[in-house]
């Protein structure tokens, strides 16, 4: 059960030109070879200790798919897949949901998870926001322009203020922006 207020957090990988995926839906382009040398180092430790503190994750059956192809990040940590398709996974973390998204994060995941991670897909991103079911929002911006692909925000249809709570600069050019969502 959660013991203080539960978060839930987008976060989101994006060329400096906004987009998620190239045209193809790859994502090769998210390891840089930049070096900003006053930047925070990514080691396997800072890694394990930045994800150890995530509850839950939750995430649209084609980022579902693409993370199964690269390896599967998320561990043990329960996966909650928002999917319409009949998808099987041999993972005993994940479930999969095709229901109301408000019932799924206000009725059953604020009242058992602590922080929550909304993880991939564009789609999925504006609904949350759109429902004003997300709390905080995390931008990693890559040092690459792509041009073209999949946009992390695209018609939207409506504003959201924000507020800045955190910048912080990594030694492979990558810059993590951290936002509250201003409720109205």
Request: with cysteine.
């Amino acid at each position: 059960m959660a013991k203080n207020k539960s978060n839930v957090t987008i976060h989101m990988v994006s060329s400096l030109d906004g987009f998620i995926a190239k045209k193809d839906g790859s994502v090769s382009w998210m390891q840089s070879t930049d070096n900003y040398e006053p930047g925070i180092t990514l080691t396997q430790e800072y890694i394990e200790e930045y994800v150890s503190k995530i509850d839950c994750y939750v995430m649209g059956s084609h980022t579902y798919e693409h993370a199964l192809k690269l390896g599967w990040p998320y561990g043990e940590t329960p996966v909650i897949v928002l999917t319409s398709r009949a998808l099987t996974s041999d993972k005993k973390s994940v479930q999969f949901y095709a229901g109301d998204l408000n019932q799924l994060v206000k009725d059953q995941l604020k009242s058992s998870y602590q922080n929550i991670w909304m993880v991939g897909g564009a789609i999925l991103t504006k609904e949350f926001i759109r429902l004003n079911l997300a709390d905080e929002l995390i931008i990693s911006i890559l040092p690459i322009i792509l041009g073209d692909g999949t946009l992390f925000f695209d018609y939207i249809g409506q504003e959201q203020r924000l507020h800045l709570k955190d910048v912080t600069a990594y030694k492979d050019g990558m810059v993590e922006l951290t936002y509250e969502i201003l409720k109205e």
